[in-house]
T-cell receptor, first 113, second 113 residues
Framework: AQSVTQLDSHVSVSEGTPVLLRCNYS??????LFWYVQHPNKGLQLLLK??????LVKGINGFEAEFKKSETSFHLTKPSAHMSDAAEYFC???????????FGTGTRLQVFP | DAGITQSPRHKVTETGTPVTLRCHQT?????MYWYRQDPGHGLRLIHY???????DKGEVSDGYSVSRSKTEDFLLTLESATSSQTSVYFC????????????FGPGTRLTVL
């Protein structure tokens, strides 16, 4: 079965420092990959998506992710964290041939002043 | 924000009682989904619909039923609520584009005592 693994359940950074949230996927083929963000007591919002058009994907709020097939990774990065980035982030895969989202278990990002 | 509302937003009920959650969309999207979110599990698909009166089971469908009599409404019913169904429930919609991007509602927090 295809799945995603988020390697860190919690990440803490200082405001202004880089953010790295790690995600690995398992798939025999290149799937569609997404990052969603969930702020406290809110629904999920799409940050960015990879659908094989380009390996470096830029999203909203300065986030980007790079698809690396050789490493089966889709890590989320941001050069400089802002307090408003504190939230939970989900890496999501849509296996080839389906329309069902498979969610990772989430990474909670804390940003300290 | 995509036009998705969920009602109620919060509900406390007792074991054995029936509960119905409603998802309403104004986007005229064909696909609608119900997820539950639990700590350590991310979001898991309960049921989904690919058109009026067309529904199918997801990963965790036991104890739940759904109905879709109109494009805009998707109902999730717990016939006899159990404490294990205490969770946050999210509705999502998608247009069935190539990228299968889903838009999420604000969630319903259900507590079963």
């Amino acid at each position: 079965a295809q799945s995603v693994t988020q390697l860190d359940s919690h990440v803490s950074v200082s405001e202004g420092t880089p953010v790295l949230l790690r995600c690995n996927y398992s798939s025999s083929y290149s799937p569609s990959l997404f990052w969603y963000v969930q702020h406290p007591n809110k629904g999920l919002q799409l940050l960015l998506k990879y659908t094989s058009a380009a390996t470096l994907v830029k999203g909203i709020n300065g986030f980007e992710a790079e698809f690396k097939k050789s490493e089966t990774s889709f890590h989320l990065t941001k050069p400089s964290a802002h307090m408003s980035d504190a939230a939970e982030y989900f890496c999501v895969v849509i296996p080839v041939g389906t329309d069902k989202l498979i969610f990772g278990t989430g990474t909670r990002l804390q940003v300290f002043p | 924000d995509a036009g998705i509302t969920q009602s109620p937003r919060h509900k406390v009920t007792e074991t054995g009682t029936p509960v119905t959650l409603r998802c309403h969309q104004t986007e005229n999207h064909r696909y609608m989904y119900w997820y539950r979110q639990d700590p350590g599990h991310g979001l898991r698909l309960i049921h989904y619909s690919y058109g009026v009166k067309d529904t199918d089971k997801g990963e965790v469908s036991d104890g739940y039923s759904v109905s879709r009599s109109k494009t805009e409404d998707f109902l999730l019913t717990l016939e006899s609520a159990t404490s294990s169904q205490t969770s946050v429930y999210f509705c999502a919609i998608s247009e069935r584009s190539d990228y299968n991007e889903q838009f999420f509602g604000p969630g319903t927090r259900l507590t079963v005592l």
